[in-house]
Each structure stands twice: as structure tokens, then as C-alpha cells.
Nanobody, 123 residues
Framework: QVQLVESGGGLVQAGGSLRLSCAAS????????MAWFRQAPGKDREFVTI????????RYADSAKGRFTISRDNAKNTVYLQMNSLKPEDTAVYYC????????????????WGQGTQVTVSS
């Protein structure tokens, strides 16, 4: 049974930082690209960032570029999202997802999803 379990969300003041983690099991983690998506209240789920299976290649949405950093530790089957300089508009449920194609960023390209973790950024 494939499981992706996010953690690290919470309440933070604008300008602060959080690090999200996503622990994977039940799949060959090192063969999957791993991505983060987010969904704000009343909004569609949107792509945030993705990292290739080896951890060398990364891609970011414009909203995340320069503030967020995705990384992975294949020995720990874990992907991370370091979020700095947080803004109220970053408030959302953050989901990790696993997919076979690094070059795809649509939701349908990702076979496995975590349960999400809430990030709330106050002014």
C-alpha cells in the first residue's frame, strides 16, 4: 500500500518559515519525481514545485521561486519543502504527490497523493 504522509504544517506569521516533510512508503521512492501542490480556500489546486528522482532537477511555480526550496533524501524516502518569507497568500493545504514524469506538472500525472497539511500564514 503506497502511503505519502505530510507533516510540518502549522500557523506562522508573515515573513516566517516552515519546513514541510513528506514520508513515502510502499513504492520505490528513488524512481519517482516528487511534487508539492497547494489548495487555498475557494481556489483550485495548483502546482508549487517538483524535484526529479535523483534530486538534481527542480522546477518552481513563479509564486514559489526564490522563497521555497524542494529537496529530497532518497535514503530516508522523504521529500521536503522549505518555505521562507511566507506571505498570507501562501495559506493553503499543501499536498505532496509522486509521479513518473518530471516534465509533467498537471495533477493527473501524479499517481499517489498525501493527505495534505495545513499551512496558515497570518499578517
Amino acid at each position: 500500500q503506497v502511503q505519502l504522509v505530510e507533516s510540518g504544517g502549522g500557523l506562522v506569521q508573515a515573513g516566517g518559515s516552515l519546513r514541510l516533510s513528506c514520508a513515502a512508503s510502499g513504492l520505490t521512492f528513488s524512481t519517482y519525481a516528487m511534487a508539492w501542490f497547494r489548495q487555498a480556500p475557494g481556489k483550485d489546486r495548483e502546482f508549487v514545485t517538483i524535484i526529479g528522482s535523483t534530486g538534481i532537477s527542480t522546477r518552481y511555480a513563479d509564486s514559489a521561486k526564490g522563497r521555497f526550496t524542494i529537496s529530497r533524501d532518497n535514503a530516508k524516502n522523504t521529500v521536503y519543502l522549505q518555505m521562507n518569507s511566507l506571505k498570507p497568500e501562501d495559506t493553503a493545504v499543501y499536498y505532496c504527490a509522486a509521479g513518473r514524469n518530471y516534465y509533467a506538472s498537471g495533477q493527473a500525472a501524479f499517481a499517489f497523493w498525501g493527505q495534505g497539511t495545513q499551512v496558515t500564514v497570518s499578517s
